[in-house]
């Protein structure tokens, strides 16, 4: 398992949601965006369980509810997931094209709220403990073999 690539996985996801939570502040609010970087969150999030719980490969799709149920595989209270990654999905695509898509006010911010729900989901965050946990004391071991 490589953990510094599971953490990359996470970091990406990270920065997604960061930059739709900035964008809330703009005016008047991308809402395509912020939607869109929900889902690109959440997609990386789930993708980088499943290099860490299956040792593969993700695949390269953008539909949550077929990442959801392959982590669903590995851990079955990934069902708390499904109604968040299957209103993300949309997201995925859509609004990167002008008028695919009509976005609501309501919808981003559930779109945030459900991203925020995805990365503070107890499996995830134990997996990103864990490894964080791993590649700290191995920076440590590191610091402490030079010496």
């Not at 995925?92 to 006010?105: A, D, L, N, T």
Request: aromatic letters at 10%; hydrophobic letters at 35%.
């Amino acid at each position: 398992m490589d953990s510094g690539l599971i953490l990359e996985w996470y970091r990406f996801a990270d920065i997604d949601l960061a930059l739709a939570q900035h964008a809330l502040s703009m005016h008047p609010r991308p809402l395509e965006a912020i939607c869109y970087h929900c889902q690109q969150s959440a997609e990386k999030y789930l993708k980088g369980y499943l290099i860490y719980a299956g040792s593969i490969v993700p695949p390269k799709v953008h539909n949550l509810d077929i990442l959801c149920e392959m982590c669903e595989a590995y851990d079955e209270s990934f069902y708390e997931l499904r109604k968040p990654c299957s209103v993300l999905t949309d997201y995925g695509v859509q609004p990167r094209y002008p008028h695919e898509m009509e976005i609501y006010e309501n919808e981003m911010k559930k779109a945030i709220v459900y991203s925020e729900q995805i990365r503070d989901f107890t499996p995830l965050r134990a997996v990103r403990n864990e490894l964080e946990k791993i590649i700290g004391d191995a920076n440590n071991n590191e610091s402490l073999s030079g010496i």
